[in-house]
Nanobody, 115 residues
């Protein structure tokens, strides 16, 4: 079992930045993959970005350049740096981990971009 806890969401003005964190309950060193997804009201959950155990990243094209994924293996934590935020980025953001063919999700953290 893996527990994932997201934090760092909140209200931010357009053009602002936020950094989300996802703390895992155990070492993420050999996790097959970790990533961030988001779900806006009335829409399906969509991939933002993921990173493999080898450090390979895949971004949704429309977000490349504004969002950056990173991880700290010593802290068992995944991050999502979000810059130049737009109202369209408003959503609940979820952390996902794929470990030993099982998929785990965090509870989500809300990001609201509004003036």
């Amino acid at each position: 079992q893996v527990r994932l806890v997201e934090s760092g969401g909140g209200l931010v003005q357009p053009g602002g930045s936020l950094r989300l964190s996802c703390a895992a309950s155990r070492s993420i060193f050999n996790f097959f993959r970790m990533g961030w997804y988001r779900q806006a009201p009335g829409k399906q959950r969509e991939l933002v970005v993921y990173i493999t155990s080898g450090g390979y990243t895949t971004y949704t094209d429309s977000l490349k350049g504004r969002f950056t994924i990173s991880r700290d293996l010593t802290k068992n934590t995944l991050y999502l740096q979000m810059n130049s935020l737009e109202p369209e980025d408003t959503a609940a953001y979820y952390c996902q981990a794929v470990v030993d063919a099982a998929t785990y999700w965090g509870q989500g953290t809300q990001v609201t971009v509004s003036s």
